[in-house]
């Protein structure tokens, strides 16, 4: 752990130097935590090609990351229910600090800076109240500033939403406490929401599922730049059942619930990993890593476009073209049309999230 004299110090040798930024680290599109073969977990930066730019360790497994706006910096999380999260400075390799949860307290993987990156903000478990909490952070010396309720239990994936003044939440509605590990404990009852609060924390929409589909944990979210949101959802429970696990939800609308014709929606084991829209956003897509797939839909119409069979596949995100994808097995692969085109393969297994850099300042 860094030490508050070596933070220190850090800090005051970043103020006196040119602030570095993405394109000093070679202009990496993506950031994705890795397991790689001598055992490290690492955060790797990627070009639009899957190569990797630069990898960087952390202490333990990572889930996913946040990059910074402009500076070539990247606060990576530790996976549920992990206390860590790692402020990196991606042109040195250099550690400039670490987020500890509080005691009582743990991350859920995902956080998200301001639109200027003056603050940053992040999902929290508050597991003995069986509370969701968004955590507030001075965006430069990542002093922890404050909170405010997420709206509902387990939140796990936020984002900005375009305006740069709301959130948006998903409240996976799974109550759970590190003295059971991952265990839920609380499915007969649980009830997940999509969130949407101002930076202060003032509660603005929130969204409920119908109650028969109150197993469908919220989990992941994609923003188009009109603020059309998606979300997609992991089924807790009976696996003989086949819900929908992507929905499309615009503030002050209903739903949209999307799903595959039968036979395909039957395969994936009621688990979306990852959601991306597609670079011009008329695609929305979601892969499943059990049911090894890839769904992709039209955005606009919600009708299903197709399905790929693509081994381990989680990570998803916009490429410069459509969409592009990793998977447990280290490939890199993109969609721009009928087939998916493998462009890398490295030596590790890409974790469950592909995180694109917006600004390449």
């Not at 040798?13 to 990496?28: D, H, I, N, Y």
């Not at 039968?262 to 979306?272: I, R």
């Not at 596949?313 to 087939?339: E, I, P, Q």
């Amino acid at each position: 752990m860094t030490t508050r004299r070596h933070f220190l110090a850090g800090l005051a040798a970043a103020t006196l130097s040119p602030v570095r930024s993405w394109a000093s680290v070679g202009a990496p599109d993506f950031l994705a935590a890795a397991l790689f073969p001598d055992g490290s977990y690492r955060l790797a930066g990627l070009d639009a090609h899957g190569a990797i730019l630069f990898s960087l360790p952390l202490p333990a497994r990572g889930h996913a990351a946040a990059a910074h706006p402009f500076k070539a910096q990247a606060v990576a999380f530790a996976r549920r229910p992990g206390t860590f999260a790692i402020v990196i400075d991606c042109a040195s390799g250099a550690e400039l600090a670490q987020l500890e949860a509080p005691a009582g307290r743990h991350f859920y993987g995902h956080g998200a800076f301001s639109t200027e990156g003056e603050r940053f903000y992040a999902t929290e478990n508050d597991y003995e109240a069986g509370e969701g909490v968004i955590s507030v952070w001075d965006g430069t010396s990542f002093e922890r500033l404050g909170e405010f309720s997420s709206g509902g239990v387990g939140p796990h994936d936020m984002r900005l939403m375009p305006d740069g003044k709301t959130l948006v939440v998903a409240n996976g509605g799974i109550e759970t406490h590190p003295d059971t590990g991952r265990s839920k404990l609380n499915l007969p009852t649980m009830q997940p929401n999509l969130t949407y609060v101002d930076l202060s924390g003032t509660l603005l929409e929130q969204l409920e599922l119908p109650f028969a589909l109150h197993k469908d944990s919220i989990r992941h979210l994609a923003v188009r730049g009109d603020g059309l949101v998606g979300f997609a959802m992991q089924w807790q429970g009976s696996q003989t059942e086949y819900p929908p696990l992507l929905g499309l939800h615009r503030w002050g609308e209903q739903p949209r619930l999307l799903s595959a014709p039968e036979a395909d929606q039957n395969t994936l084991q009621g688990y979306a990993g990852s959601i991306a829209f597609s670079a011009d956003g008329n695609t929305i897509a979601i892969t499943c890593p059990r049911g090894n797939a890839l769904h992709r839909f039209n955005a606009n119409s919600r009708a299903f476009i197709d399905a790929f069979a693509l081994e381990d596949v989680c990570g998803l995100g916009a490429g410069r073209d459509g969409l592009v994808f990793t998977t447990g097995t280290g490939t890199f692969g993109a969609l721009t049309g009928a087939d998916p085109a493998i462009s890398a393969r490295s030596d590790c297994q890409w974790d469950n999230h592909l995180i694109p850099i917006r600004s390449l300042a």
